[in-house]
């Protein structure tokens, strides 16, 4: 019995020493690389504590693997690492690696998409992002909408421009998806509270015609006068007669000279040669021209040109709209009846 006393009491004083030696290796700032103030590192998915030992270890900073998880399971935060992009700062203790770990509070960074460019442009952007993981650059733009869950579909369009914050070294079809999902969102709503009597069999019709508004002005005061216009237009069944369908019926072929001739090649964007709206969106519009799509100036006008001031000149009769093009754009073909 008293062997057994002696047992116990060696055994209870050797956990204390135990607990005592891991509560200060817990709290003691773990040992960076000299000059290193903080270290930014992954975690994958699947990656355990002693992988993230390693990965500390690789990045300038000392982390024993197997008082990493003893410590995570006695403190309950075993099994609770998040996927990410780390930052830990120098004097950081076990504790607040366990912490950081278990928090989520991963980088983020942001990625804006531009209204008016197309998706061709966005798919650009995007793949030149080397804080994201290129998972769709070798895929085509069908695949990539298959990927998506849209196949069959044109891209263009369908992808709402904003600045999105997204975790770092996340997969860009998360990115993609993410803006699709808002542009449904977006033209959904803005289709619910449109106004009467509207030109369009569809919203897909809507998002079009912004797209069109979208590539003709930057301008917010103009957007729904000139959407104004070719409401009017549709209509009376004039032809749009607007030029940024052509240059995108052109694709790579155009210079960024366009010429009499383009106007008069036709393609199922010549909007010059061809009634109606083109057969899909031409850029990707913002929430503005959405709304001017949808909510139209209520106007009696048929025509407008550029001022070159950023603003347009909008006329009723075609002898007017010839009198602003001579005054404004001398150059520019005057337009038939």
Do not use: C
């Not at 773990?30 to 992954?42: I, S």
């Not at 995570?72 to 780390?86: E, P």
């Not at 979208?214 to 007669?241: C, H, P, W, Y």
């Not at 503005?288 to 001031?309: K, M």
């Amino acid at each position: 019995m008293r062997f057994l006393r002696y047992f116990l009491v060696l055994s209870v004083f050797f956990v204390a020493l135990a607990a005592g030696a891991g509560g200060f290796w817990f709290s003691r700032p773990l040992a960076f690389a000299p000059d290193v103030a903080q270290v930014e590192f992954r975690v994958p998915s699947g990656m355990g504590l002693r992988g993230v030992a390693r990965a500390l270890d690789q990045a300038g900073v000392a982390v024993n693997p197997d008082m990493l998880a003893l410590a995570a399971r006695l403190s309950g935060r075993a099994g609770k690492v998040r996927t990410g992009v780390y930052l830990l700062a120098s004097g950081s203790t076990p504790r607040d690696l366990l912490d950081l770990l278990a928090s989520g509070k991963v980088l983020q960074v942001d990625v804006r998409l531009i209204e008016g460019w197309t998706f061709r442009e966005w798919r650009q952007k995007i793949a030149a992002r080397s804080d994201l993981a290129q998972v769709t650059t070798t895929l085509s733009d069908a695949e990539l909408m298959a990927r998506l869950g849209m196949t069959g579909q044109s891209p263009e369009g369908l992808f709402f421009p904003d600045t999105y914050r997204v975790d770092k070294f996340s997969e860009d079809l998360a990115l993609f998806a993410r803006a699709a999902r808002a542009m449904r969102e977006h033209l959904e709503r803005e289709w619910r509270e449109k106004e009467a009597d509207l030109p369009y069999r569809s919203a897909y019709e809507a998002l079009i015609m912004a797209s069109i508004v979208e590539k003709e002005t930057g301008l917010e005061a103009d957007r729904s006068a000139i959407a104004g216009v070719f409401v009017n237009r549709l209509r009376l069944g004039m032809r749009l007669q607007t030029d940024p369908t052509v240059i995108y019926g052109l694709g790579a072929a155009f210079d960024g000279n366009l010429r009499r001739t383009h106007l008069e090649a036709d393609t199922p964007y010549n909007t010059y040669t061809r009634a109606g709206l083109p057969p899909t969106p031409i850029a990707m519009p913002g929430l503005a021209s959405l709304r001017a799509a949808l909510h139209p100036a209520r106007t009696r006008a048929l025509y407008f040109v550029a001022r070159g001031d950023g603003g347009s000149q909008f006329s009723t009769t075609l002898a007017e709209h010839n009198a602003a093009v001579d005054r404004y754009q001398r150059r520019r073909p005057r337009l038939r009846p």
